[in-house]
Each structure stands twice: as structure tokens, then as C-alpha cells.
């Protein structure tokens, strides 16, 4: 038997554990299956199911040109508030707590 034989039958087990609801080692004895083997087989192919790890840190934000200097705030569900500048930055502030 491959590795890729021992690999789907093992996970046709532990589909079939899962679905019955059983612990391993019930499922094992009920089914006459070596508990080691379930062990092993389930770890393992928990390994290659699971996603690689995030890794922290930071990300490059590069900033792009504005094509005036007016500031536009988008908001979810489509609203826009556009107009705001250096010279009245304290209302786009109080719009903000109020949001």
C-alpha cells in the first residue's frame, strides 16, 4: 500500500470517527483499529490541513499622489464626505466622534 492509500484511509476513519461522534479510542475499539495508528494518522494529516502561520510585522504603505488637497471619507453603505482640507480639519474631527 502507497503512503497516498494509507493517507485516504486513514482519513475515511476519521471522517467516519467524526461522524459517529466517537472519541478515537472508542472508535477504535469498536472497530478493531490500532488507537496508535489513529493517533498517528490524525496528527499527521492535521498537518497538512492546516493553513501556514501568520506571521507578524509590518507592511510597506507607500503613499500616492492626490489629485487635489481635498480629503474624501468613505463610510460603509456607499456615504461619502468630501471637502475636507487643512484649513478645516477640526470638522472632519467632530464629524468623526459623532460617527
Not at 472508542?26 to 490524525?42: D, E, G, N, P, T
Not at 492535521?46 to 510597506?60: A, C, L
Not at 507607500?62 to 481635498?70: A, E, H, N, R
Request: charged share 15%.
Amino acid at each position: 500500500m502507497s503512503d497516498q492509500d494509507y493517507q485516504q484511509y486513514w482519513l475515511q476513519q476519521i471522517d467516519q470517527c467524526q461522524a459517529e461522534g466517537l472519541s478515537g479510542a472508542a472508535f477504535c475499539k469498536l472497530h478493531q483499529i490500532s488507537y496508535h495508528k489513529f493517533v498517528y494518522w490524525r496528527a499527521k494529516l492535521r498537518e497538512t490541513d492546516s493553513p501556514p502561520p501568520v506571521v507578524g510585522g509590518f507592511i510597506k504603505v507607500v503613499p500616492t499622489p492626490l489629485s487635489s488637497s481635498k480629503l474624501t471619507l468613505l463610510l460603509p453603505g456607499g456615504l461619502s464626505l468630501t471637502g475636507f482640507d487643512a484649513g478645516n480639519i477640526g470638522l472632519l474631527a467632530a464629524v468623526l466622534r459623532q460617527l
